[in-house]
């Protein structure tokens, strides 16, 4: 049997076509909307979201839940920026017009789930908020934050320049190497565990 790498499940097709960019082929991608906790942290919620997903599948499997974290606001939206995100993105840009602090971070929370264990990797980005939504590329909210030492929002970049820095890259390079020190070197394969 062929090793593919990661089984992630996600019902956002964006989530896994930069999942496929950054990995190659090692992504075997499961269309699945897993119904979401509330919950204060972005890893509590992908967590719980892994449990369920392997619990439905019965085998082992990654999801990811991601966030946005302003400076001024303590954190927040955090893992509830996808309802702020509703209200529109000029409409968050404009919510930090009356703060001088327009850092903010960028995070991915992979959570993994197999029979024997539960392995969670987290990236981080800092950078900033821009004053007003730029770009087309990318999705959600990378039309406005701006990466540490950058200029340019993630909307504003070529994907493959976005896929190069993101929280996305970082929390997949953490989880891989997290599982390889346990010994698995195939990682997850296709197929039942």
């Known amino acids: 049997m062929r090793s593919v790498g990661f089984l992630l499940v996600t019902g956002s097709e964006s ?10 082929g090692e992504v075997e991608w499961v269309s699945m909307s897993i119904p979401e906790i509330q919950a204060a942290t972005i890893e509590e919620i992908a967590i719980e979201k892994a449990r369920r997903a392997h619990e439905k599948l019965g085998r082992a499997c990654v999801v990811e839940d991601s ?5 001024a606001w303590q954190g927040l939206p955090g893992p509830y920026v996808k309802w702020f995100e509703k209200s529109g993105l000029e409409t968050l840009c404009r919510a930090l017009d009356g703060s001088s602090d327009r850092r903010a971070s960028a995070v991915c929370v992979l959570a993994y ?4 264990r539960e392995v969670v990797a987290a ?14 590329g990318g999705f959600g909210w990378d039309a ?10 993630f909307g504003e970049m070529a994907r ?8 996305r890259r970082r929390a997949w390079a953490k989880l ?18």
């Open 15 to 24: 989530k896994a076509a930069e999942a496929r960019e950054i990995l190659g």
């Open 67 to 71: 966030g946005l974290e302003f400076s």
């Open 113 to 116: 789930r197999s029979a024997e």
């Open 123 to 136: 990236g981080r980005v800092a950078g900033s908020i821009a004053e007003h939504p730029r770009g087309t």
């Open 144 to 153: 406005i934050f701006v990466p540490e030492g950058e200029d340019r929002t």
């Open 160 to 167: 493959s320049e976005k896929n190069s820095i993101s929280h």
């Open 176 to 193: 891989r190497s997290r599982l390889e020190a346990f010994g698995q070197e195939e990682l997850p394969r296709s197929g039942r565990e």
